[in-house]
């Protein structure tokens, strides 16, 4: 029976298609097709969760009191080791009784907190291309979205001194993330800086994601916000435990930051979710306190694939930037294609799955994300495909009919 008389509310009308759910889509019709897809679209790590978090959380699990409704604000334990975590990284202090609060993954978390302080009409700054999260939470909300644009000539960094004063005056937030999905860039201490000097200025709430703040290669250390003095003062930072431990699938994350912050999302969040099963969170202290040679592991792997991966596209006449951090490439697109067209050209000639570009709004234009998620044999593959299909950086791509 169809429901013609029930609309959905205007929140969801207001969002634009979620190409990630349209990837799917064209995914499972190549796949009746019979085509042996390569996916190289969405950012699900491909390496297995480490043992000792495994063997950890089996044993919570037969745990039985684990089994019961954790708190809300999650379990003492798991905000100190993430506190803790926090200190040895980054030399910051946060009391985990109030800066510190688990997520059912960072993505729930962003999307939330913009429904804990953002109303309907506020001004929220959003870079483009950027993490969907960043601007849809927002527009759930109700919010209204100021993209600012990024470019390449800029190394995909916000310009804070582009940003018009009366704009400025207006914004409440700003949702941000350095090292970058998609674009992969990286943004050093003095930005940081910036940024908080801006949000002080304007008294605009910072909302930083560095979810790939351990993804990072070639001797090079992410910058936290935390670490800025009056970064606690005006912001928040998300993490999750996804990428780094390859733990997607677990759900889970935290936010740490100024405690007024994390106090309303917490509010909220009481009135959605009863939190993460506990057992996970004993399997996620764990992670936090794994040695550092996981990490290592986990960074050389993604690190060894992006030098392949880059060489075997300049093959093709690509310039693609060498990335210090992430699971991504940024790859621009061939002469006169849009990143649609040609994401869709690849996916039915080649069976190679990349993300278009605009799925990270109107910035994202031109590009496509390469995640490298795959070995450097299936990489390998996927470049073979390309390369016979014909496609190069140098030639025109033409429309799948």
């Known amino acids: 029976m169809t429901l013609s008389w029930l609309q959905p509310a205007q929140r969801i009308n207001s969002l634009p298609p979620y190409v990630f759910a349209r990837l799917d889509e064209l995914k499972a019709r190549a796949r009746e097709q019979g085509l042996d897809l390569i996916d190289l679209g969405m950012g699900n790590p491909d390496g297995p969760t480490p043992a000792p978090v495994v063997e950890a959380a089996q044993r919570a699990i037969a745990d039985t009191a684990t089994h019961g409704y954790p708190p809300f604000e999650g379990t003492a334990s798991f905000r100190t080791a993430i506190t803790d975590w926090y200190s040895r990284r980054y030399g910051v202090q946060l009391d985990p009784s109030s800066e510190a609060l688990p997520l059912l993954g960072s993505k729930e978390g962003i999307t939330h907190l913009a429904m804990a302080f953002i109303n309907p009409g506020d001004l929220v700054l959003v870079p483009t291309p950027a993490y969907p999260a960043h601007f849809r939470g927002p527009v759930i909300a109700g919010g209204d979205i100021y993209h600012l644009h990024l470019t390449a000539e800029n190394q995909w960094l916000i310009d804070f001194d582009a940003i018009p004063p009366e704009v400025a005056k207006r914004a409440k937030a700003l949702f941000f993330n350095y090292p970058s999905n998609p674009t992969a860039a990286t943004a050093p201490r003095e930005f940081f800086e910036a940024a908080v000097e801006f949000a002080h200025r304007y008294q605009v709430l910072l909302v930083h994601d560095l979810c790939y703040a351990e993804l990072a290669f070639d001797g090079y250390q992410p910058t936290s ?53 506990a057992a996970l969170q004993r399997a996620a202290e764990t992670a936090l306190s794994l040695p550092d040679h996981y990490l290592h592991e986990v960074q050389e792997r993604y690190s060894t694939r992006r030098d392949f991966l880059i060489k075997e596209f300049a093959s093709l006449g690509w310039t693609v930037d060498r990335p210090q951090a992430t699971m991504y490439l940024w790859v621009p697109c061939p002469l006169d294609s849009t990143s649609t067209d040609f994401a869709l050209s690849v996916l039915q000639e080649t069976g190679v799955v ?42 025109a791509v033409t429309a799948p009919v």
């Open 225 to 277: 916000l935390l670490e800025i003095p009056g970064g606690k003062e005006v912001g928040v930072e998300f993490h999750t435990l996804s990428k780094t431990y390859n733990m997607a699938g677990w759900r889970v994350g935290f936010v740490v930051g100024n405690s007024q912050v994390i106090q309303g999302l917490r509010t909220l969040k009481t009135n959605l979710d009863y939190g993460i099963f």
């Open 354 to 395: 990349l993300t278009p570009g605009n799925a990270f709004g109107p910035g994202g234009e031109g590009y496509v994300r390469v995640s490298l998620i795959a070995d450097c044999d299936r990489l390998g593959e996927a470049m073979d495909r390309i390369r016979k299909a014909g496609f190069r950086f140098d030639a």
